[in-house]
């Protein structure tokens, strides 16, 4: 570095840079130090913009990134919890043959509080047969399901594929339930012809089953069985 004493004015400066840092070092410190000299040697000289942004980048940067964040979208919010709640998978599994103006059901117990959005049922679907099933949930009284219903889904025949599936019903609106409640889910279906609910013969589940000879006939427990099921519920 070459300084013309008299005046304090810098006529010629030069810095070999790759001599004090080394190739390797950053560009930006090397700018940023090469101002602190020409402020040393000059007091009056104003920094230039290009070394004052690299001077102070990393403040520049954080201050984007939160403008960023805060004029971005919001970020959505997280889906309800959903779980799986009572069920019934079966230790000993059979088909429970009921027919077409029948009706079957399975208590249980909630043990979650919230909204009852789902039910999986483990059916035997005829592919021949066309027609609706329907299932709803209902309340107990005195240990038997009830005619009404807290809600009600259906789903149509000719989505289902021949022979034993999980079929899933999606309950909307929802059902309300608490933890500790018992309820019932009851099905039943429209159109000619008969249909499986699989259940387990060895009534190794909680709650038990139902059958009803058609719509108006009330429903008759079975304690030897249990139908396959299970609920889900966002809480």
Same mark, same amino acid.
């Given at each position: 570095?070459?300084?013309? *004493?008299?005046?304090?004015?810098?006529? !010629?400066? !030069?810095?070999?840079?790759?001599?004090?840092?080394?190739?390797?070092?950053?560009?930006?410190?090397?700018?940023?130090?090469?101002?602190?000299?020409?402020?040393?040697?000059? *007091?009056?000289?104003?920094?230039?913009?290009?070394?004052? &942004?690299?001077?102070?980048?990393?403040?520049?940067?954080?201050?984007?990134?939160?403008?960023?964040?805060?004029?971005?979208?919001?970020?959505?919010? @997280?889906? @309800?919890?959903?779980?799986?709640? &009572?069920?019934?998978?079966?230790?000993?599994?059979?088909?429970?043959?009921?027919?077409?103006?029948?009706?079957?059901?399975?208590?249980?117990?909630?043990?979650?509080?919230?909204?009852?959005?789902?039910?999986?049922?483990?059916?035997?679907? =005829?592919?021949?047969?066309?027609?609706?099933?329907?299932?709803?949930?209902?309340?107990?009284?005195?240990? !038997?399901?009830?005619?009404?219903?807290?809600?009600?889904?259906?789903?149509?025949?000719?989505?289902?594929?021949?022979?034993?599936?999980?079929?899933?019903?999606?309950?909307? @609106?929802?059902?309300?339930?608490?933890?500790?409640?018992?309820? &019932?889910?009851?099905?039943?279906?429209?159109?000619?012809?008969?249909?499986?609910?699989?259940?387990?013969?060895?009534?190794?589940?909680?709650?038990?089953?139902? =059958?009803?000879?058609?719509?108006?006939? *009330?429903?008759? @427990?079975?304690?030897?069985?249990?139908?396959?099921?299970?609920? =889900?519920?966002?809480?």
């Amino acid at each position: 570095m070459e300084r013309i *004493p008299g005046n304090g004015t810098v006529n !010629h400066l !030069h810095i070999d840079l790759d001599h004090l840092f080394g190739q390797h070092q950053s560009r930006r410190r090397a700018l940023a130090l090469l101002a602190g000299v020409a402020l040393a040697v000059m *007091p009056g000289l104003q920094p230039p913009d290009s070394v004052g &942004a690299a001077g102070s980048g990393k403040e520049h940067g954080r201050k984007r990134r939160r403008k960023k964040r805060h004029n971005g979208n919001p970020t959505p919010a @997280p889906e @309800p919890n959903v779980v799986a709640d &009572a069920a019934c998978q079966g230790l000993n599994v059979s088909g429970f043959i009921i027919g077409s103006d029948g009706r079957a059901a399975q208590s249980f117990t909630s043990k979650a509080t919230g909204d009852l959005i789902q039910a999986d049922l483990t059916l035997d679907h =005829f592919s021949i047969s066309d027609g609706e099933y329907f299932l709803r949930v209902a309340n107990l009284v005195d240990g !038997h399901p009830t005619e009404q219903a807290l809600t009600t889904a259906r789903v149509d025949d000719r989505t289902l594929p021949g022979g034993q599936s999980i079929v899933s019903f999606t309950f909307d @609106p929802p059902a309300p339930v608490r933890a500790g409640n018992s309820y &019932a889910l009851v099905l039943s279906r429209a159109g000619a012809g008969e249909f499986t609910w699989r259940g387990d013969f060895n009534n190794s589940c909680p709650g038990r089953a139902f =059958f009803s000879a058609n719509v108006s006939a *009330p429903f008759e @427990p079975n304690n030897q069985n249990d139908f396959l099921f299970t609920t =889900f519920v966002r809480t």
